[in-house]
């Protein structure tokens, strides 16, 4: 049996400075549609704080649901932004900024049709499956151009970033900062 850890200090303050950097990111380039770095930032933090990011994305999914309103995008992040980690963890042992820019790039491309899914609910009620399952792919269909600019911007971003942060997140490593 794994003996259960528990949060340090230090663990919630790096817990808190993630879901700072993350949300000072989304605010300082919401202007720009559709152009993030949150799928950065949850990728170089799932690699480099591990399990932590199990705190900092539902923590994440609150504060923009208190900043925004808990409507029916707030419960596509539910399982849009774990997943992204999900995925992240699973190709941890990777070190390569082109490996994990196609990751990125290909979140971005299926965002739109992840947060189709709720409308496989919406369309069936009152009708059947099928009326569900158009109308979720008549909305993913509509987004098609957003998600372009989306992957694209999600590749370009993590191409150009991830060396350098890989850099500064090594130093801290060896500051002693994530451990």
């Not at 995925?87 to 971005?108: E, H, N, Y």
């Not at 499956?129 to 993913?140: C, E």
Request: glycine content about 8%; charged content about 10%.
């Amino acid at each position: 049996m794994r003996k259960e850890q528990k949060l340090t200090v230090k663990d919630i303050a790096q817990i808190g400075m993630m879901i700072a950097i993350i949300e000072v990111c989304k605010v300082a380039i919401a202007g720009i549609p559709n152009v993030e770095l949150t799928s950065f930032w949850i990728i170089i933090f799932t690699l480099y704080f591990g399990r932590k990011i199990l705190y900092v994305i539902p923590s994440f999914i609150l504060i923009e649901g208190m900043m925004y309103g808990f409507g029916l995008w707030w419960i596509m992040y539910l399982y849009a932004w774990p997943l992204l980690a999900l995925v992240t963890w699973k190709f941890r042992k990777m070190d390569s900024a082109l490996s994990f820019s196609i990751l990125s790039g290909a979140f971005g491309l299926l965002f739109g049709f992840l947060c189709s899914l709720p409308y496989i609910f919406i369309g069936s009620a009152g009708a059947d499956l099928s009326a569900g399952i158009s109308t979720a792919f008549a909305w993913w269909i509509a987004g098609i151009p957003w998600d372009l600019v989306h992957g694209g911007a999600n590749f370009v971003i993590m191409l150009v970033l991830y060396h350098p942060m890989m850099r500064v997140m090594k130093i801290l490593q060896n500051m002693n900062v994530s451990e």
